[in-house]
Structures are given as C-alpha cells and as structure tokens.
T-cell receptor, first 111, second 114 residues
Framework: GESVGLHLPTLSVQEGDNSIINCAYSNSASDYFIWYKQESGKGPQFIIDIRSNMDKRQGQRVTVLLNKTVKHLSLQIAATQPGDSAVYFCAENSSSYKLIFGSGTRLLVRP | NAGVTQTPKFRILKIGQSMTLQCTQDMNHNYMYWYRQDPGMGLKLIYYSVGAGITDKGEVPNGYNVSRSTTEDFPLRLELAAPSQTSVYFC?????????????FGPGTRLTVL
C-alpha cells in the first residue's frame, strides 16, 4: 500500500549547522510533495513543496530535494536556529484531495 | 482574518458519549478537511468537503460523521466515543482543489476518551 516514512525519528543539531531531514515514499504515482513544520501544541505549517517534474526547490533557508529513482525526499535547513526546533512531516499527494503524511522527525537544536 | 478556528481545545469523554468538534474558516475556502493525529504519528484524513453540501470519506472515516451546510463551517461528529478515538483533531481548509500548499490548519482539538 501507499506509505510515507522517515528514517530518523529524532535529529539533534548544533545551532548554526545545517540540518537534513529525510523521507521515503512508496507510491510512484505521487506527483506532489510537501514539507510541514509542527510546533508543540500547534497545527502543521506549510514550509515548502515540490512537484515531481522537479528535483530541487529552494526557499528561504530551506531546500527540498526529490529523487524519484529511489523515492526519496529530503528537507535541508541552512544555519539551523532554535526556532527551527519542531517536528517535521513530509506528505505526498497522488490524488486530488488526499495527503499521506509520514510519521515525523523531531528536530532539536542545541544552543 | 481569523483563519481556521476550532473548538473546544480540549475535551474528555466517557466511552459511548457523543460530541461535535467545531471548525470554522473565514477565508471563503471551498475545501475543508478533518484529520486526526495520534501520538508520534502523522495526520490521517477522516473526511473532507469540496463545498457546501458535499462531503466524502477519507482514510479513516469509521466512527465519525460530518456535515457542510455552509462554506464556513465543517463540524465533525462522534456519535459513540471509543478509546481508539483518543487523538488530536485538526481541521484544515484550502481555496483550490490542488492548492494544498495553501492548506491552513486550525490549532487542533485534543480529545481523550476514557
């Protein structure tokens, strides 16, 4: 069946370092992917998205990489800050309404 | 705009009780969604609506019902609460069918069924 999963449940990084959060997906028909950030006690917040016709997309301090060959998605955060501490989810979309979420990676930023 | 609002923030139910989780958005979005999030997990879609009067099941609809009488409101109903429904519930809305990048989430309702 369809599934989206993450390799690392918790990632601890030093403030100022770069962070890389990984995600694997299994549905080759998925054509749209989103990264969300969820802070404690809040709903998910959109960070960045990418469509399957691209392999890289950059935002402000964030970059998403898509490798369709191995069905892998990653989120890179440059110069990680304490405010980046949160749980990060990848989600895939293969139909008009349905987002399938991964189980999340907790990012901890050490001062 | 207030965005997506949900009430209540917290609720404890006994097994077999019923309740309605309220969701309202003031952005005139056509598409609205209900998700549940179990501890340490991602979100799973319960129900969604593409406009007033139209609803459809998501991945995990059993034990829930919804209605969409207005564009603004999308309440989620639990008729016979069960411990398996202990979760955090998020409502979301978006303006277009493929506008998932503009999907706004509410703050969530934390429900415990004892």
């Amino acid at each position: 069946g369809e599934s989206v999963g993450l390799h690392l449940p918790t990632l601890s990084v030093q403030e100022g370092d770069n962070s890389i959060i990984n995600c694997a997906y299994s549905n080759s028909a998925s054509d749209y992917f989103i990264w969300y950030k969820q802070e404690s006690g809040k709903g998910p917040q959109f960070i960045i998205d990418i469509r399957s016709n691209m392999d890289k997309r950059q935002g402000q301090r964030v970059t998403v990489l898509l490798n369709k060959t191995v069905k892998h998605l990653s989120l890179q955060i440059a110069a990680t800050q304490p405010g980046d501490s949160a749980v990060y989810f990848c989600a895939e979309n293969s139909s008009s309404y349905k987002l399938i979420f991964g189980s999340g990676t907790r990012l901890l930023v050490r001062p | 705009n207030a965005g997506v609002t949900q009430t209540p923030k917290f609720r404890i139910l006994k097994i077999g009780q019923s309740m309605t989780l309220q969701c309202t958005q003031d952005m005139n979005h056509n598409y609205m969604y209900w998700y549940r999030q179990d501890p340490g997990m991602g979100l799973k879609l319960i129900y969604y609506s593409v406009g007033a009067g139209i609803t459809d099941k998501g991945e995990v609809p059993n034990g829930y019902n919804v209605s969409r009488s207005t564009t603004e409101d999308f309440p989620l109903r639990l008729e016979l609460a069960a411990p398996s429904q202990t979760s955090v519930y998020f409502c979301a809305s978006t303006s277009t069918l493929r506008g998932l990048d503009e999907q706004f989430f509410g703050p969530g309702t934390r429900l415990t069924v004892l």
